[in-house]
């Protein structure tokens, strides 16, 4: 265990970059791009440049007015509440398409919160045969030798970005055409994505590998070169594996699967440690509460925030960067680098008080200080059945009446 150290956040952008850098020599990646920019304020920004009718139309395809809002939503920049309000209160169901994203994002969210660290176990048994193949380097490295795959690991790995669309596919080659462990691959997944959120990532690789979903998700050719617009097909030389109707991907991809069961995985508890007799309260800011804006931060205690290995080890360079973007944004945040625990017991601290969080490794870390979780605003005030989150549809029978309104509500 390297031992823990202050850091000195730069207010300039470019020297920003180049410590955080030199503060996490191992991290994999390229550095964060300008127009990913962390911190409220871009995200503000990207909020209020939303072109509600371009997404609507052309959300699907990889060059479409997608809105960027993501990473800003993961760590807590702006709230998915105020992003809401902000787009319905300007748009109206001009923006219906983009709340009903906002929704998705709540469901993975509540399904977290309910389902903790079950959610990296496969939530149900496949619907057909899946592989556990290893996670391999061809693939992490963007050498598959497809076009379309490597060109979206490669943007992936240099900007931290890739279009939902493009996910999508990527996540069906990956499980039903290689036969990879999905469990492997969207732990790799997570960790370079700006926006990396273990509900809406690992649930949406469930969703695809048919582990929780009702069937699995798979694509074709024309599919892929309707919505990239032939970008990668049209010079591509290699054999397709793509190039087939659905009727014949589904007979090649899928064999019949008898008394399937759902896998398990298990997941190592952090240690367990105990404080006695320290009577110091801090605030602790943890990863999806980066907003200069955050209530707790007029609390008159110490704010304090840790890049620690067990939380962010396996973080991508750029989502380094774009975390501590944010943090430059937080007044009077003290930024550590090293274990959780230790920073906490040499500051002194007995208590903290934090946002509350589904993020099972975050309450373990934090379970020694007797951790006072602040509540985050409900989506919709409304108590969610288990049973309703067992699939999207039903869960937004009863919410989506509650935030659209009964005459604007529609069915998924």
Request: net charge neutral; with cysteine; hydrophobic share 40%.
């Amino acid at each position: 265990m390297i031992p823990a150290k202050k850091l000195s956040i730069p207010c300039d952008s470019e020297e920003r970059l180049h410590y955080i850098k030199r503060q996490f020599p191992a991290a994999e990646g390229s550095d964060l791009r300008h127009e990913w920019a962390g911190g409220r304020l871009n995200g503000l920004k990207k909020l209020n440049s939303i072109d509600a009718a371009a997404y609507n139309r052309n959300r699907n395809f990889i060059n479409g007015s997608v809105t960027h809002l993501s990473p800003y939503l993961r760590h807590g920049c702006i709230t998915l509440n105020e992003s809401f309000a902000s787009v319905k209160n300007r748009f109206g169901m001009e923006a219906e398409k983009l709340l009903f994203e906002f929704a998705w994002r709540d469901f993975w969210r509540q399904v977290w919160f309910a389902e903790g660290h079950a959610i990296y176990s496969e939530m149900e048994p496949p619907k057909v045969a899946i592989a556990y193949a290893p996670l391999n380097d061809f693939v992490t490295q963007g050498n598959t030798g497809l076009p379309c795959m490597d060109g979206f690991i490669h943007e992936l790995i240099n900007t931290g970005y890739m279009h939902n669309h493009a996910r999508m596919w990527f996540a069906s080659y990956v499980v039903h055409h290689l036969k990879i462990d999905w469990r492997a691959a969207a732990d790799w997944f997570e960790a370079h994505l700006l926006d990396g959120d273990s509900a809406s990532n690992h649930l949406s690789w469930q969703w695809v590998a048919s582990t929780f979903s009702s069937k699995p998700y798979f694509f074709n050719k024309e599919n892929l070169g309707r919505f990239t617009g032939e970008k990668y097909c049209a010079s591509c030389t290699a054999a397709c594996p793509f190039n087939a109707s659905y009727e014949q991907l589904n007979e090649r991809l899928f064999k019949p699967i008898l008394a399937p069961i759902a896998k398990q995985y298990s997941v190592t508890p952090l240690t367990k440690r105990a404080v006695s007799g320290i009577p110091a309260i801090a605030v602790f800011i943890h990863d999806e509460m980066l907003s200069a804006a955050h209530i707790l931060l007029t609390k008159p205690f110490p704010k304090i925030f840790v890049f620690d290995p067990q939380i962010h080890g396996a973080w991508s360079l750029n989502r380094l960067q774009f975390v501590a973007d944010c943090l430059s944004e937080m007044e009077d945040v003290e930024v550590w680098l090293g274990d959780t625990y230790e920073v906490l017991m040499a500051r002194g601290v007995g208590q903290v008080i934090t946002q509350e969080t589904p993020n099972c490794k975050i309450k373990e870390l934090l379970m020694p200080f007797s951790p006072k979780w602040e509540p985050v605003a409900k989506f919709a005030n409304v108590e969610i059945s288990p049973q309703r989150l067992k699939r999207f549809s039903r869960y937004w029978e009863k919410v989506g009446p509650l935030v659209l309104g009964d005459d604007n509500y529609r069915k998924p």
